[in-house]
């Protein structure tokens, strides 16, 4: 089927998303919690766009292709949104990031750099809920780090089928969660998926912090 995106021509394939169609294109469409090996989280809405005849702006990674739809990724109204989204976010990690090892590689710290958002927003108070820290021999879990964009409870679920973890509540009150802490096995799948170190592997933990003394 025909679709546009920015006024671009696009053959789309039925039952796929804007935000498949569009990265089979290269055209850019900023994403936090979504990756290919997982099912559509759509939890961090960074990556809204715009769809002709639709009220409001729609999630481009669980927003299937519909024929002639015409689609815009980067309008002013789509930057203020992920700005906003974005500041929402720094609530509960702020960008220092001289002590993290994903510094300069960070999903968050480049999308805040590209938006130019520095802090949240000055109208905005508080802290996202916090859950205890959480640890196993190999892994570490820092809910000071976490934005609960649910990579990794959906690929503790999906990949392993352990379902340690779970996303609690919504907006700025979600928070990440272990709810079956028994059935933990360390495998590291979580970790692997976290894209802002709010789950580390412990002995790289300690290396980390050798080097950094």
Same mark, same amino acid.
């Given at each position: ?26 055209? #850019?469409?900023?994403?936090? &919690? #979504? ?27 669980? /927003?299937?292709?519909?024929? !002639? ?30 002590? &993290? ?5 960070? /999903? ?22 916090? /859950?205890?820290?959480?640890? /196993? ?43 079956? !802490?028994?059935?933990?096995?360390? &495998?590291?799948? &979580? ?13 790289? !933990? ?8």
């Amino acid at each position: 089927m025909k679709i546009k995106i920015n006024d671009k021509n696009i053959e789309a394939r039925e039952g796929e998303t804007i935000l498949s169609a569009a990265r089979r294109e290269k055209i #850019y469409i900023p994403t936090l &919690c #979504y990756m290919e090996k997982l099912l559509p989280i759509g939890s961090c809405r960074l990556c809204v766009v715009e769809v002709e005849g639709f009220d409001n702006p729609v999630a481009a990674c669980k /927003t299937p292709v519909t024929a !002639e739809m015409k689609v815009s990724t980067d309008t002013p109204k789509l930057r203020d949104m992920r700005k906003e989204i974005l500041g929402f976010m720094l609530m509960t990690h702020p960008l220092e990031c001289d002590d &993290c090892e994903l510094k300069g590689v960070c /999903t968050l710290e480049l999308l805040a750099k590209e938006y130019g958002v520095t802090a949240p927003p000055a109208a905005i108070s508080g802290n996202r809920p916090r /859950t205890a820290e959480f640890s /196993t021999p190999a892994i570490i879990y820092k809910p000071y780090r976490c934005v609960a964009c649910g990579r990794c409870v959906s690929a503790c679920q999906e990949v392993v089928g352990r379902g340690v973890l779970a996303l609690r509540g919504e907006g700025i009150n979600a928070a990440m969660e272990v709810v079956n !802490e028994d059935r933990c096995i360390s &495998c590291g799948e &979580c970790l692997s998926v976290c894209p802002v170190a709010a789950l580390a592997d412990a002995g790289m !933990e300690e290396i980390y912090k050798l080097d950094r003394s």
